[in-house]
């Protein structure tokens, strides 16, 4: 019975054992630990698709954006040519209009005028006249050299010739320039190709040589008349490119050719003007925003301006890795049209994210 007792206490110290090691092994099991998670800016090329992220690269560029400044467009001195007459008349017809686009020997109107046809008749004269006096200077020389007269005779005669073919000139130089007829009739027409600014006659009205019935401008050769602020006088001088950038997307492109010596003590600002290249779309008096561009000091490079944002206050690209994005603080030079171009913070050739910034900056927690 002794042993019966034993080996029951054995076998319930047994299970109890058993139920202590059961409960330290289920207490001292390690709990599962969450995954970690990714850094800011890791995304795979699953999620940057779904993002709708697209790159470019960034390229090299020698060009920098000094600043921009206001101007407005104007014409050069020779742009503006006056068409005159040297008679006075009647206009009989008038075939253009003020802002009509002529070509150079388009008629501008048709005249009536006496004097021309007193010009006619002295040409007429003038013809005559010179026909005798050719036949004296050459009689006068033969006699001359038979020793009939003195050779005064034929200095005589030979002045009496040039005089009368410097008349024949000048009336035929006067007819040919204005396009006067012997009836009367002259059709004054366009020195240069451009467009008409001022008509400054009508229908059955006179004209006279004192002023000018039509001013005709040449739109091709503008310049821009710039104020240049105090602040960027020391960094602009001749010889910078100057960009004007039209809303429909064309860029007029242009040179800076002379600047003032001195600031306008109203505006603190030194005047400069520029002549442009290509001018498609600007009239003159037009007021616009030109950005003036130089060589830069240090490399640089051109990314699309969609780019560059603020981060946390600061000018910011996305910058494209092999586990998805970095940010990289830059130095924002200028903005030309679509393009910014950046002085430090890029490197040619690293590509940056040109959309989805809006998400990325989200990733960030930048503001």
């Known amino acids: 019975m002794n042993r019966d007792l034993v080996v029951k206490a054995a076998a319930v110290a047994a299970l109890l054992l058993a139920l202590i090691l059961a409960g330290v092994m289920l207490f001292s099991s390690p709990k599962p630990q969450p995954a970690p998670a990714a850094p800011a800016g890791q995304l795979s090329a ?14 090299a560029t020698t060009s920098t954006i000094i600043g921009a400044v206001s101007g407005r467009v104007i014409l050069p001195p020779d742009a503006r040519v006056g068409v005159t007459i040297p008679f006075t008349g009647t206009v009989a017809r008038v075939y253009v209009m003020p802002g009509q686009e002529v070509r150079a020997g388009d008629a501008l109107a048709q005249l009536s005028s006496v ?196 981060l946390d206050g600061k000018d910011s690209v996305f910058v494209a890795t092999a586990k998805g994005f970095a940010v990289r603080r830059v130095t924002l030079a200028g903005l030309e049209a679509d393009t910014a171009i950046l002085t430090s913070g890029l490197t040619a050739g690293e590509p940056v994210a040109i959309s989805g910034i809006s998400e990325l900056k989200v990733i960030f927690g930048g503001h």
Not at 46 to 59: D, L, V
Not at 186 to 198: M, Y
């Open 115 to 310: 004097d021309s046809i007193k010009t006619s008749a002295a040409l007429a004269r003038s013809q005559a006249q010179l026909v005798v006096a050719q036949a004296e200077e050459r009689r006068t020389a033969l006699l001359v050299r038979e020793g009939i007269l003195a050779g005064a005779r034929a200095e005589a005669a030979r002045a009496l010739r040039q005089q009368a073919q410097t008349d024949v000139e000048e009336n035929r130089r006067i007819l040919t320039q204005t396009g006067a007829s012997g009836t009367g009739d002259i059709v004054l027409r366009a020195p240069i190709s451009g467009r008409v600014a001022v008509v400054n006659v009508q229908t059955g009205g006179p004209v006279d040589p004192m002023s000018a019935p039509f001013i005709v401008e040449n739109t091709q050769r503008l310049m821009l008349d710039l104020q240049i602020p105090e602040r960027m006088v020391s960094a602009v001088k001749p010889g910078l490119g100057v960009s004007i950038h039209l809303p429909d997307g064309r860029v007029a492109t242009g040179t800076l050719v002379t600047m003032g010596a001195s600031l306008d003590p109203a505006t603190r600002a030194i005047t400069a003007q520029a002549r442009l290249e290509t001018a498609s779309g600007l009239v003159s008096g037009k007021t616009v925003t030109a950005l003036l561009k130089g060589t830069a000091s240090a490399p640089a490079v051109r990314v699309p301006a969609a780019a560059v944002t603020r």
């Open 46 to 59: 699953s999620q940057i698709a779904r993002m709708g992220i697209k790159t470019a690269r960034a390229t």
